[in-house]
């Protein structure tokens, strides 16, 4: 069963930049589509951004220009670059592989 682990959250000014990552166990990473997804306080859980295993990306309107999602195939790594980020980015972000969703990790943004 694939796990994933991310990583990279964290308190940060509006404007400011992160860099969360996702490790998976999965060995045949570079076959997966992955996805970052997050959830805010009261509210449903919401695609950000989404790679597939040929590099095509897609991203919710919110965040185009201002994330950048990634792949590392070799370190079985996912990336979502953030900058220019803003207090309603603040959520818990998850990554999702084959349906599998990681723990999260938290990205505030104070105002």
């Known amino acids: 069963q694939v796990r994933l682990l991310e990583s990279g959250g964290g308190l940060v000014q509006a404007g400011g930049s992160l860099r969360l990552s996702c490790v998976t166990s999965?060995?045949?990473?570079?076959?997966?589509?992955v996805a970052w997804h997050r959830q805010a306080p009261g509210k449903q859980r919401e695609l950000v951004a989404h790679?597939?295993?040929?590099?095509?990306?897609f991203y919710v309107d919110s965040v185009k220009g201002r994330f950048t999602i990634s792949r590392d195939n070799a370190k079985r790594t996912v990336y979502l670059q953030m900058n220019s980020l803003k207090p309603e980015d603040t959520a818990l972000y998850y990554c999702?592989?084959?349906?599998?969703w990681g723990q999260g990790t938290q990205v505030t943004v104070s105002s």
């Open positions: 999702k592989i084959q349906g599998i």
């Open positions: 999965g060995r045949a990473f570079n076959t997966m589509a």
């Open positions: 790679i597939s295993s040929s590099g095509s990306t």
